[in-house]
C-alpha cells in the first residue's frame, strides 16, 4: 500500500513537495472531521447540565471544524488533485519527446497498442485515481487510529476490539489485493491487445471492406477477451470488498454490544456511552474509505507499470557537436537489417556537398532503407554514416533532422489547415512565404478552389485530399522548410503527367545549394543527377552518371528498357 504512495511520489518528480504538503493537508482535514465527534462528545458529557455555554461551546467547535476542514479540503485539491494533472501533462510530454528520439524499429503494432493504451487509457486512470487513492487512505489510517486511541484513552476492552477489527480488515485488504492482482495483467494484456487490433484494423480497413476475414474475426475476439477480463476483475474483487465490509458491520456491531454492556453495567456514564456506540461507526466507516483507496492501488500499479515500460523506451544516443557548415555526407562500410533480414550490406559512397545523388533499384534493394539511415531513423548496425566528417552519431537528433527536408512516398498529412500543414518545418512562415512555396509545388491553384482556401482542414492523414494533392503539399512543405539536405522518395510517384514536368522544375529549384537525394522509379527523375546509384539486394551494383551508366550492361540499363516498354516512352 505504502510503496504504491513512494511510487507515485518519484513520478511527481519536480512536484514531490506539493504531494507532501498535500498528504500533510489530508491530516489536517481529518482532524478537523473529528471537531464533530468533540462537538457531540462536549454536549453527551454535559447532558445532564446541560446550559448555554455547553452548546455555544460545541457549535464554536463545530463551525471553527468545519470551516478549517473546507479551507484545508481546498488546499488538497490545490496541491494534489491539480497538481496531479500538470504531474501527467509533463509525463506525456517527456514520452512524446522520447518517442521523437527512439529508432523506427520500435514502432511495431504491439509496441504501439502498449503507446496508445498507456498515453489514454493509463494516463486517465491515474489522472482519475491516484491523488484520490493517496488521500483516501491516509484519511483512512489517519482518522482510524485517532478513534481508536480514543476508545484507549477510555476504556481498553473497546480499544482492542477496534484493533482486531483493524487488523483482520487489513489481512482481508491484502487478499483483495492479491486476488485482483492476479485478475489486472489479463486485463491490461487485454486491452493492449484490443488497441492493437483495431488500429491495425483501421490502417487496413480498405482491405478489409473487400475482403473481410481475419482482422474483423481479431478484434471480435479482441473486444470479447476485454470485455471477459473486466468481468473477471469484477467480480475477484467485489467478493473480496463485500467479504471485508462485511468483517467491519461485524466489529461494528461487537464495538455497539461492548459499549452498551459496559454502560449498563456502570462503567461509564450514558453520555460516554452513546458517545463510543457512534464511535463504533465512524472507525469501520472510515475503514471503509480507506479499503476503496486500497482497491484502486491495483489497478495504480498496473498502470504505474505501464508508464514506466513506456518511459523506458529506448532511445538513440546523440552528441553535443554543432551541426557543421559542410553538408557533404559519406557512409562507410554500412550494414543494416531489420531482426535477422539484413537489408543493406556493407555500402560505401560520398555524397559531396550541393550535388545531386539518385537512389535506384528493384522493389525492396534498400533504397528507402538508406535515406532512413541518411536521417538516423535508425542507427546502422555496422559502420558509419558522416555528415560534415562526422559520425552523425555525434549531433543532437533535433539538429541533425533539423539539416533535412523529406518528402515520403507515403505522404502523411496531419489534422489541421493546409497552411499549417505546409509550414509545419517553419511554423513562422508568413503567408506570402507559404503561397510561394505552395507555387513552386504546383497546388495553389487546387488549394484555392477549396471551400476555406489554406485555411481548409483536411482530414487525418489528408484522407480528404488525393494521393497527387497530398504529395504537392508534402513538397512544398520541404520547400518552405529550406534545410540544406532534401530527401525525395518518390517525390513524383502519385502526380499527374500533367504536373509532373512542372513539379521536376520546382525540384529542379529546389536543389539548387542543396545536397539532394532522390529515390525514384521514373527515370526523368534521376537522368540529371550527379552521381546514380544503383542498389541490388542491398549492395552498390553501379554507380555512375546517367550516360556512363546506359553505356554499361547491367542493372541500370535493363530497368531503363524495361520501364521504356511498359510505359511505352524513351528518354
Sequence with gaps: MFETIRRIYRLCGSYKKQLVWGIVF???????KCSEIMAILNILTHIRELNKDVIMTSL???????????????????????????VFCEKRIKIGDLLKHSPMGYFNDQNLGKISTALSTSFSELEGFSMMAVENIVRGVISSVLIIIFMFCFNWILGVISVVGLALSSIMLKIIRKSSAKAIPRREKAKQNMVSKVIEYIRGISVVKCFGGKPVNDVDEALCETRDAYINLEM????????????????????????????????????????????????????????????????????????????????????????????????????????ARKIIDNVSFKIPKNTSTAIVGYSGSGKTTLCNLIARFWDVDQ?????????????????????????????????DTIANNIKFGKPDASQEEIEAA????????????????????????????????RQRISIARAIL????????????SSVDPENEYELLQAINALKENKTLISIAHRMTTVKNADQIIVLE???????????????????????????????????
Design 537 to 571: 539486394n542491398g549492395h552498390i551494383a553501379q554507380r555512375g552518371t546517367h550516360d556512363e551508366l546506359i553505356k554499361q550492361e547491367g542493372i541500370y540499363k535493363r530497368f531503363l528498357t524495361v520501364r521504356e516498354q511498359s510505359v511505352g516512352w524513351s528518354l
Design 438 to 469: 505552395a507555387k513552386k509545388a504546383c497546388c495553389h491553384d487546387f488549394i484555392k478552389e477549396l471551400p476555406d482556401g489554406y485555411e481548409t482542414v483536411i482530414g487525418e492523414g489528408g484522407a480528404s485530399l488525393s494521393g497527387g494533392e
Design 60 to 86: 464554536y467547535i463545530l463551525i471553527g471544524g468545519t470551516l478549517c476542514a473546507a479551507i484545508f479540503k481546498y488546499l488538497i485539491c490545490m496541491t494534489m488533485t491539480a497538481n496531479g494533472y500538470k
Design 26 to 32: 489530508s491530516c489536517f482535514f481529518t482532524v478537523c
Design 236 to 339: 475477484k474483487s467485489t467478493k473480496g470488498v463485500y467479504t471485508q465490509k462485511s468483517i467491519l458491520d461485524v466489529f461494528g456491531g461487537i464495538v455497539l454490544l461492548a459499549s452498551a454492556l459496559l454502560m449498563f453495567y456502570g462503567h461509564f456514564d450514558f453520555g460516554l456511552g452513546v458517545m463510543f456506540i457512534m464511535s463504533s461507526f465512524m472507525v469501520y466507516s472510515n475503514l471503509e474509505t480507506m479499503s476503496n483507496g486500497a482497491f484502486l492501488l491495483n489497478v495504480i500499479d498496473n498502470s504505474l507499470n505501464e508508464i514506466e515500460e513506456v518511459l523506458d523506451i529506448p532511445t538513440m544516443s546523440e552528441g553535443n557537436d554543432s551541426i557543421p557548415s559542410d553538408d557533404s555526407i559519406e557512409l562507410k562500410n554500412v550494414s543494416f537489417g531489420y531482426d
Design 383 to 415: 559502420g558509419e554514416i558522416l555528415l560534415g566528417g562526422k559520425n552523425i552519431k555525434s549531433y543532437k537528433t533535433d539538429d541533425l533532422l533539423g539539416q533535412m527536408s523529406m518528402v515520403f512516398q507515403n505522404v502523411y498529412l496531419f489534422n
Design 481 to 492: 522548410k529550406d534545410a540544406p539536405i532534401v530527401i525525395l522518395d518518390e517525390a513524383t
